[in-house]
């Protein structure tokens, strides 16, 4: 696929995406969904790739939702589709097997704050405001910020920050726990990059099984302590489980692979 809205570059074993219309605020249309897509899927499987940052270009904006350009000519079932698509393109976010971070550089509105809850962490600048503004259109929350929302933060303050369509500061972000920490804007993706470095030390085949067992909590009709019980007991298949168990016995630092034992 040609990318006309993100760019992309993988260092260090660190797949970087930055949604790239600055002049849009970095709003999300349908290539650029389908653009972000196509890189999940080609970056899923791909043993380079240890973990994936979200992005937006410039200062302002992370993403200012989504372009309201297309919602002028749909019908219910565009509607139904569009969400449909977004609802699909965030969960396998959410369920990446590696770990997501969104480096949230500005306005986090609509889609923009969608995006940013389907990621596992939440890093923003001091600028940063979040809001899912849907209802000033008409519309609600269409690509899982109804739900996402409200599990992270409370049905109460969701429906109050869905209602009111206001925007709120980082710093208020971060005492509800939408955010994992605010930093000065100039300090963002060296605080992003920490966070990496700490994450990379660790074995993958595990935080694959955490990603896993977290989530299974959210789905319906999943028990999440016996999703946890058998993502525990695939933790031995690896030979990170051997290899942390010996260097704890050892007293060194292990040297994980992140690789199935299928001796």
Request: proline share 2%; aromatic share 6%; hydrophobic share 45%.
């Amino acid at each position: 696929m040609n990318y006309e809205n993100i760019l992309h570059h993988t260092e260090n074993n660190v797949l970087t995406i930055t949604i790239n219309r600055p002049d849009k605020l970095n709003a999300l249309n349908s290539a650029t969904l389908m653009e972000l897509n196509d890189m999940l899927v080609k970056s899923r499987n791909n043993d380079d790739v240890h973990v994936l940052v979200i992005t937006g270009a410039g200062q302002k904006a992370f993403v200012a939702g989504a372009d309201i350009a297309e919602f002028t000519s749909l019908d219910a079932e565009g509607g139904r589709m569009l969400s449909k698509r977004g609802n699909q393109i965030f969960a396998s976010i959410e369920n990446y097997p590696k770990p997501v971070i969104a480096a949230v550089n500005g306005f986090a509105l609509g889609g923009g704050l969608e995006l940013a809850l389907s990621c596992h962490i939440r890093i923003a600048s001091d600028n940063a405001r979040m809001g899912l503004p849907e209802v000033t259109l008409g519309l609600i929350p269409g690509y899982g910020g109804t739900q996402r929302l409200s599990q992270m933060i409370g049905k109460g303050k969701a429906f109050e920050m869905i209602f009111t369509a206001d925007m709120i500061k980082a710093d208020e972000a971060l005492n509800l726990g939408l955010l994992n920490a605010v930093v000065p804007q100039a300090e963002l993706m060296n605080k992003v990059a920490e966070l990496v470095e700490k994450i990379k030390s660790k074995s993958r085949v595990a935080i694959s099984h955490v990603i896993a067992a977290v989530n299974a909590n959210y789905k319906d009709g999943v028990n999440g302590f016996e999703a946890e019980i058998e993502e525990f007991g695939k933790c031995f298949e690896s030979v990170d489980a051997k290899e942390g168990a010996q260097a704890f016995i050892e007293k060194r630092k292990a040297n994980f692979v992140g690789t199935v034992d299928k001796a």
